[in-house]
């Protein structure tokens, strides 16, 4: 997953003037793009634009799919929802992580390592 540029400044607000722009930068990059292993799930450019990896039906029609799959993904789809950009991250790292069947998680463990490093290693 990755946050663009446009995605926020400084003061949390989107850098874009309007969801527009950051229509367009995601567009004008999605050319440029190799295709790999590596490739992101989800690009988010703001609050209201996202790029999501896209499946080709026969007739044509683009299937959203939730994970770049080399062999059966065919490019990206731009999106522009009102307000749903970083829900959209949100949900995607969550699905990562169910698809990833990691089992039970000392989530509480975690979160208290990374906001209490000091605490680490007691």
């Not at 299937?63 to 959209?88: C, D, M, N, R, W």
Request: hydrophobic share 35%.
């Amino acid at each position: 997953m990755i946050l663009s540029r446009y995605s926020a400044g400084i003061n949390g607000k989107s850098r874009a003037t309007n969801s527009g722009d950051a229509n367009t930068f995601l567009r004008a990059r999605l050319n440029c793009m190799k295709r790999s292993l590596y490739s992101p799930d989800l690009i988010v450019a703001g609050p209201d634009n996202y790029l999501s990896p896209a499946h080709r039906k026969d007739d044509g029609k683009n299937i959203p799919s939730l994970h770049y799959i080399p062999e059966v993904t065919t490019g990206y789809q731009v999106l522009e929802k009102t307000g749903v950009g970083f829900g959209a991250a949100l949900a995607q790292l969550a699905g990562a992580i169910d698809w990833a069947r990691l089992g039970r998680m000392p989530w509480l463990r975690m979160s208290n390592d990374a906001r209490f490093p000091e605490s680490q290693g007691t």
